[in-house]
């Protein structure tokens, strides 16, 4: 089923698709499986294993379900210290 989504990017995200937040028509029933057509659309987006993923700004984990107006928000891994 075909859903719309609004994806928000963040840090080197931003930086990589060079905007902050676009809308995507998708059929992907998960975040990750978002994140492999954002990929498919943006080559510069890379995986990472720190990365991390919120659904309507509460934090979630890749596997869980999208919605057809939901908001995703895209975090690449962030060193500190």
Same mark, same amino acid.
């Given at each position: ?14 930086? &990589? ?6 809308? @995507?028509?998708?059929?992907? !029933? ?9 990929? &498919? ?12 993923? !919120?659904?309507?700004? !509460? ?7 999208? !919605? ?9 891994? @962030? &060193?500190?210290?």
């Amino acid at each position: 089923m075909m859903k719309t989504v609004t994806v928000q990017y963040f840090a080197a995200y931003r930086e &990589a698709v060079g905007h902050a937040e676009e809308q @995507v028509e998708t059929t992907a !029933a998960t975040a990750d499986a978002l994140f492999e057509q954002l990929q &498919a659309m943006h080559p510069s987006l890379e995986r990472f294993e720190a990365m991390r993923v !919120a659904i309507n700004d !509460a934090m979630a984990g890749w596997p869980d379900a999208i !919605a057809d107006g939901d908001t995703v928000l895209v975090f690449p891994p @962030v &060193a500190g210290g």
